[in-house]
Structure formats: structure tokens, C-alpha cells
């Protein structure tokens, strides 16, 4: 049987469903267990951390919305993050982990031979989190590291800490997703991350919606990808001060970067290389929107991660 996916969100957890979820890791029929915003007790969120330390085919762990809410339960998750070896994704958002509770899941997380997303946002991290996360964006020519990062919320983190990030994202091979939306960045921390757009040789998503920029941090990223050649494919600009006239022109030079990326590709050669990879052309279409106008940002970002989130774990699988 393949496996499938449970998803379960903002609801009490029954002894009964627990005992499924837990017989369905051993089983190694999950492929995706989602538990959003769940309520369970201590010793059933124990049971199912156990279950998923040797649970084979789970490639996507959904624990946002406050499910690892104390010390302890960020300790169990870790030791089965130890022995676990098939996530791929894991997603804690909204969780209160601060910079303690992130050092507790750190090593756990550092030697994970699978993961390549991982959601941290709103999880009041500080400085010292970030430097644990930078050592999960290993340099380039360095083991493998995180492709998708997501950072949203994390009002605490200062103008040093965020530094510390782009320098570590300018070097990495890896991180190819960053979302830092609705963090209190402003524009020189945006002047700080337009360089490090710069160095990347692999980052193609940027989300800043809504932190804090102006007219200059717009005028420094359209200078960047203006002048200099990136990978960069969608940058998310909305709720923030900046001119739509600004916005159109980065929307403009980042969607003909990639029109002259297909042509120079050729659209059969894509279509073959598709095939190899045993993906369907049509697939890649859904997920390809690349880049972000300002008229509805939610939507071209939905679509832009579903698709990298899909090509990630395709890739985790080859």
C-alpha cells in the first residue's frame, strides 16, 4: 500500500486517534502527518514521537500553531528527530521555542541526513537561534544543507542577527526559499540581504512582505537585479512603503530574466529533461509562476512554493 497522508488541524486528539497515527508510522503508511494546531496530552504527544523515530516514509511533519509547547515536548521531538531518518519538512510555526528550546532541537536537526525545510517562524527566536540556524546553511562546498527557510515573525532578532543570516545565505550552495516576511527588518537590513540575492548562486524565492521597507530598499533591489545576473525568481515586496511603480519595474526585469532563461533552455529540451526525471511537464507548470507583481502576492506565492516544495522533496527521492 502507498503511503498516504493524515492531516488533522486545531482539534483535541482522541486516545484512539492517537493509537492510528501511531500504527500508521509504524506501518510506514504515512507519507505526510500534519497535526496543526492539535490538542493532546503529554504522554500521547510522547507516544507519537516515538513512532516517528522509525517511521521510514514520512517525508513532511506539520507540528505548527503551538503543538511543541514546552520544553519537554521540544526534547521528545528531538530524540526522535535523532534516530528518524526519511523528513524532509518540518514545520513548527507559531511554536514557543525561543532561542533555549531551539539549542535543545539544534543538534538533532544539524546531523538529519533527509531535512531540507524547515519552518520557524513566529517561534520567538533571537540572535542566539539565528546562529544556531546559520550552522544549517553550510558554506558552499560543505555538506548539504537547508534549501527552504522560513524565518516569518520573529520580531527579536536584531540587525546583527539578520546579518549574520545573509552572510550565511551569500555562501550558501544550498537555500534556495527564504521567507522573512512580516519581521521588522527595515531598509538597511534590506540593503544587507540585496547583497547576499547577489552572491547566491542558488536562492529563487525572497518573501519581505511586510517588513518595514521603503522606496530606498526597493531602489537597491532593483539596482541588484538590474545589474547583476541571480537566480532569483520571485521577490515579495507587498505591505510595505514602497512605490508600485518600483514594484512593477522589479516584476518586469525579474520575469524577463526568466522568458530569456526558457528560450536559451529550449521548451522541448525542458520537456525531455521532465521526462527523465519521471516528473510531468504539467506538473512543473502549476508550481512555475516565478516571479511576484504586486496586484496579488498571495496567490503567486502559493503557487511558487507548492511548486519548490514538490521539486524539493523530488529531488531528496532521486
Not at 498516504?4 to 486516545?15: F, M, R, T, Y
Not at 504539467?282 to 502576492?297: E, K
Amino acid at each position: 500500500m502507498l503511503p498516504s497522508s493524515i492531516q488533522i488541524s486545531g482539534e483535541p486528539l482522541s486516545g484512539a486517534e492517537v493509537r492510528d497515527i501511531c500504527r500508521g508510522l509504524r506501518d510506514n503508511a504515512v507519507r505526510l502527518l500534519s497535526l496543526r494546531g492539535c490538542r493532546l496530552c503529554d504522554r500521547d504527544f510522547g507516544r507519537i514521537c516515538r513512532a516517528l523515530a522509525g517511521a521510514t516514509s514520512l517525508a513532511q511533519l506539520n507540528l505548527n500553531l503551538g503543538v511543541v509547547s514546552s520544553p519537554s515536548r521540544i526534547k521528545q521531538l528531538a530524540e526522535a528527530l535523532r534516530t528518524n531518518r526519511s523528513i524532509q519538512s518540518l514545520f513548527l510555526h507559531g511554536s514557543p521555542l525561543t532561542d533555549a528550546g531551539l539549542a535543545l532541537l539544534n543538534p538533532a536537526l544539524a546531523l538529519h541526513p533527509a531535512l531540507v525545510a524547515l519552518d520557524l517562524g513566529d517561534c520567538m527566536l533571537g540572535d542566539e537561534g539565528i546562529n544556531l540556524i546559520c550552522g544549517l546553511l553550510p558554506p558552499d562546498g560543505a555538506k548539504s544543507g537547508l534549501k527552504e527557510l522560513t524565518l516569518s515573525a520573529n520580531p527579536g532578532i536584531t540587525p546583527k542577527g539578520w546579518s549574520r543570516l545573509a552572510i550565511a545565505v551569500a555562501h550558501s550552495s544550498q537555500v534556495r526559499v527564504l521567507n522573512l516576511d512580516y519581521n521588522p527588518l527595515g531598509d538597511h537590513v534590506a540593503g544587507m540581504l540585496a547583497v547576499a540575492v547577489a552572491s547566491s548562486r542558488t536562492l529563487e524565492v525572497l518573501d519581505l512582505e511586510g517588513t518595514g521597507l521603503t522606496n530606498q530598499s526597493a531602489q537597491t533591489l532593483l539596482d541588484m537585479v538590474e545589474n547583476y545576473p541571480t537566480a532569483l525568481r520571485s521577490l515579495v515586496l507587498a505591505e510595505n512603503s514602497i512605490s508600485p511603480e518600483l514594484q512593477q519595474q522589479i516584476c518586469d526585469l525579474l520575469s524577463e530574466g526568466e522568458e530569456e532563461e526558457e528560450v536559451a533552455a529550449g521548451g522541448g529540451d525542458t520537456h525531455t529533461q521532465e521526462r527523465e526525471r519521471g516528473t510531468e511537464p504539467a506538473a512543473h507548470q502549476r508550481g512555475s509562476s516565478s516571479w511576484m507583481c504586486p496586484s496579488d502576492p498571495s496567490s503567486q506565492m502559493v503557487l511558487m512554493t507548492s511548486g519548490l516544495g514538490d521539486s524539493l522533496l523530488a529531488e531528496t527521492e532521486m
